[in-house]
């Protein structure tokens, strides 16, 4: 089944984050996945965009994530990995521009 809404996870090459956007992959949700490093990362999707972001770098997050490719399609939540899982809703986010 096909599902319209992007889902963002962080920590998507390895451990938890990457069994998140598997698990969200198999459940039909295209990704953006955000990591460091993917050269070690073995996600094979169409429906999924491999994102390299070291998200300690403060300086540079707002011009890197207003890089990150658009889907043309709403991305309703950000999954953040490692550690417990949060999902925030898109609306609520802080690069979210068009919530205003």
Known sequence: MR???????TGASAGI???????L??????V??????FSKCNLDSSE???VELDLS??????ARLEAIPATGRQSPA??????PAAL??????????SAS
């Open 3 to 9: 599902n319209n809404d992007t889902i963002i996870v």
């Open 17 to 23: 984050g990457q069994a998140t956007a598997s698990l």
């Open 25 to 30: 992959l198999e459940h039909g949700y295209p």
């Open 32 to 37: 953006i996945g955000i990591a460091r490093d």
């Open 48 to 50: 999924f965009t491999a």
């Open 57 to 62: 770098r403060l300086d540079e997050l707002p």
């Open 78 to 83: 950000w999954s953040a990995a490692p550690g």
């Open 88 to 97: 925030v809703p898109w609306k609520n986010s802080p690069v979210n521009r």
